[in-house]
């Protein structure tokens, strides 16, 4: 871990600056829409046992150069665990050093909170199939993390999948009797 870099909790007025970050793993991802997840996360976890979050690496200057955000859950074999999500580092010079930082905090805080595990969903261009050259999944594996399941997805248009925060999600349920 650099110490040159600080894993501090996204401020509201750091949104907008963590934006290119999200575009990294999200890219085309609605300003706004990132602006509604981030608002929300942070409004769920608002305090010290915060159920959710965003954790940043920054620089001594306040640059941000990596993110995740997080929600604390149970799960079934694990128990209390750490969900870890839009896991990003953006440096150019010491992707390890960020990294790393990202990792020991992410550490630090599911063992603060309690938690047995931590689940880390990864964006596809982090996948392990090939580790060679993949400095993110080295320093992964340094930190004691192993693949433990594969997550797929199925995207379903017809329901709100938070593409617009604008759209109403869509009445489901019984239908009402005449």
């Not at 991802?29 to 915060?50: I, P, S, Y």
């Not at 940043?56 to 640059?63: E, F």
């Not at 604390?72 to 665990?81: A, M, N, Y």
């Not at 248009?157 to 349920?173: A, L, Q």
Request: hydrophobic fraction near 40%.
């Amino acid at each position: 871990m650099d110490d040159s870099f600080i894993a501090k909790p996204l401020g509201r007025r750091q949104i907008d600056q963590a934006y290119p970050l999200v575009c990294v793993i999200a890219p085309g991802l609605a300003v706004e829409q990132w602006r509604a997840f981030a608002a929300a996360v942070l409004e769920a976890g608002g305090d010290a046992a915060a159920r959710s979050g965003i954790m940043t690496v920054q620089n001594a200057r306040g640059y941000l150069h990596g993110l995740f955000s997080y929600a604390i859950e149970e799960h079934l074999r694990h128990g209390r665990v750490m969900s870890v999500e839009n896991f990003v580092v953006l440096d150019l010079f010491d992707v390890p050093g960020v990294a790393g930082t990202l990792l020991q905090a992410m550490d630090g805080l599911a063992r603060g909170l309690g938690c047995a595990a931590i689940h880390t969903t990864l964006p596809e261009r982090c996948v392990f199939d090939d580790i060679t050259n993949n400095p993110i999944a080295d320093c992964f594996f340094t930190e004691g993390h192993r693949r433990e399941t594969v997550r797929l997805c199925k995207s379903l248009d017809s329901v709100n999948d938070n593409r617009s925060p604008d759209r109403k999600p869509e009445r489901v349920g019984r239908r009402e009797t005449e």
